[in-house]
C-alpha cells in the first residue's frame, strides 16, 4: 500500500465527452504527477504539480488539464474524449521535487475506456 | 535526448532460476537517477530502487540486486532464485532535470511453476 488512491477504477465514457480523475496523494507528500499508460506499454508523462502549481508538462494536448488542491489531492481532466484516450491512467506522489525527493509512489490507477 | 530502453520484451523461465533484465540509457545529464518499478497484475506501478548517477556500487536487497555502470549506461536487474510471485512488468526509469520520468517499454516477466 503506497497511501496513494485513485478513483474511479474503472470509467466508461464515449467520444467526445469530457472526464475527471481523482488522486489522493500519500500524506506529506506534496507533488502529484499524472501518467497515461497504454495497454502493453510505459507510462507517458502528462504533467506535474507542485505546490498547486503546474511543474512540467509532456507531449499533451490542451485538452488534458490538471488541478492541485491545497491539500495536494489532484484531479485529471480530458475534455472531448478521443478513442485514443483509453488507457490506465496513474497518479504518484513525491515528497518534492529536490534529488532528495524524487521517488514517485503510484496508485492502483484509473482505467478509461473510450467507445 | 533522455531515453530508457529495455529490449527484452518478454522472458520467462522455471521457478528458482536466475533471470536478468536490462536497461540501457541515455541522458545528457551528469546528475541524474534511475529507477527500476514492478508492475503486478493489479496495475499499481511498484517502487523497487532508485539509484543515483554518482554512486555505481551495486546494490542486493535479498533475492534482488542491481548492477550499474556508468560506462555502459546500463542498470540491470536480476532476480536470484525467482519465484512464481515475481511475474510481473518491470519498468526501468530514468529521472530527467525537470523531474519527469522517462519510462522503457517495459519487460514482462513469467515465472513458471
Known amino acids: 500500500e503506497t497511501g496513494v488512491t485513485q478513483s474511479p477504477t474503472h470509467l466508461i465514457k464515449t467520444r467526445g465527452q469530457q472526464v475527471t480523475l481523482r488522486c489522493s496523494s500519500q500524506s506529506g507528500h506534496n507533488t502529484v504527477s499524472w501518467y497515461q499508460q497504454a495497454l502493453g506499454q510505459g507510462p507517458q508523462f502528462i504533467f506535474q504539480?507542485?505546490?498547486?502549481?503546474?511543474?512540467g508538462r509532456g507531449n499533451f494536448p490542451p485538452r488534458f488539464s490538471g488541478l492541485q488542491f491545497p491539500n495536494y489531492s489532484s484531479e485529471l481532466n480530458v475534455n472531448a474524449l478521443e478513442l485514443d484516450d483509453s488507457a490506465l491512467y496513474l497518479c504518484?506522489?513525491?515528497?518534492?521535487?529536490?534529488?532528495?525527493?524524487?521517488?514517485?509512489?503510484f496508485g492502483a490507477g484509473t482505467r478509461l475506456s473510450v467507445l | 535526448a533522455q531515453k530508457v530502453t529495455q529490449a527484452q520484451t518478454e522472458i520467462s523461465v522455471v521457478e528458482k532460476e536466475d533471470v536478468t533484465l536490462d536497461c540501457v540509457y541515455e541522458?545528457?545529464?551528469?546528475?541524474?537517477?534511475l529507477f527500476w518499478y514492478k508492475q503486478p497484475p493489479s496495475g499499481e506501478l511498484v517502487f523497487l530502487i532508485r539509484?543515483?548517477?554518482?554512486d555505481e556500487q551495486n546494490e542486493i536487497s535479498g533475492r534482488y540486486s542491481w548492477n550499474f555502470q556508468k560506462s555502459t549506461s546500463s542498470f540491470n536487474f536480476t532476480i536470484t532464485a525467482s519465484q512464481v510471485v515475481d511475474s510481473a512488468v518491470y519498468f526501468c526509469?530514468?529521472?530527467?532535470?525537470?523531474?519527469?520520468?522517462?519510462w522503457g517499454a517495459g519487460t514482462k516477466l513469467i515465472i513458471k511453476p
Open positions: 541522458t545528457r545529464d551528469t546528475t541524474y537517477y
Open positions: 526509469a530514468l529521472i530527467d532535470s525537470n523531474y519527469q520520468l522517462i
Open positions: 504518484a506522489s513525491s515528497l518534492g521535487t529536490g534529488e532528495a525527493k524524487n521517488i514517485q509512489y
Open positions: 539509484r543515483n548517477s554518482f
Open positions: 504539480y507542485y505546490r498547486e502549481e503546474e511543474n
